[in-house]
């Protein structure tokens, strides 16, 4: 599978650095390959795939699949228990 980021996405590792919060690309692989939630219906047809970052938090991967290829449109972290059970 061949993930690739927005322009949004590449600069929210960045961004997200300069608060302290290191997200890696094999974060997002991860959490792609194996969430422990998906939500397909908020906003089709983007997906948004949630899995555990750290003890307190979740991350949140907002994607979109074009054939063989994961468009990863944005990410960012969350307190658990913020979207999901």
């Known amino acids: 599978m061949k993930i690739i980021y927005t322009k949004h996405a590449i600069n929210k590792f960045t961004d997200l650095k300069k608060l302290g919060i290191i997200v890696k690309k094999k974060d997002i692989r991860k959490i792609i390959?194996?969430?422990?939630?998906?939500?397909m219906d908020t906003?089709?047809?983007?997906?948004?795939a949630t899995g555990n970052f750290g003890k307190e938090h979740i991350l949140r991967v907002v994607y979109r699949n074009d054939g063989d290829i994961i468009i990863t449109i944005t990410f960012y972290p969350a307190r658990k228990g913020r979207y999901f059970s």
């Open 33 to 39: 390959e194996n969430p422990d939630n998906i939500d």
């Open 43 to 48: 906003d089709p047809p983007k997906i948004i």
